[in-house]
């Protein structure tokens, strides 16, 4: 995809369709330094209910064998919905 990103709304989706097979995770957004992943889909989720986001929470070990949970966050609205959805917000953002 070759959008410039204008805001952090519009990157949430641009990280949406890129990883639309095994969704998002905070390692993978904070590979954009990212941080406000969470936060700025939720905003968008208010706006447009037609995006809809499946939150998988996931168990794992760490490297210290502490037991973390993250979330992974997988979109299940069509890549049309997220393409045009991208492109508004791009433009607007949450307007």
């Known amino acids: 995809m070759q959008y410039k990103i204008n805001n952090q709304y519009a990157l949430v989706v641009k990280l949406l369709i890129e990883n639309k097979g095994r969704g998002v995770t905070m390692v993978t957004a904070m590979k954009d330094y990212f941080h406000k992943f969470g936060t700025r889909l939720a905003e968008i989720e208010k706006l447009h209910p037609k995006l809809k986001i499946r939150r998988l929470p996931v168990t794992t070990k760490n490297r210290f064998n502490h037991v973390c949970t993250y979330t992974n966050y997988k979109s299940l609205a ?13 433009k607007n953002g949450l307007k």
């Open 78 to 90: 069509p890549m049309p919905y997220l393409k045009n959805l991208l492109a508004y917000l791009n």
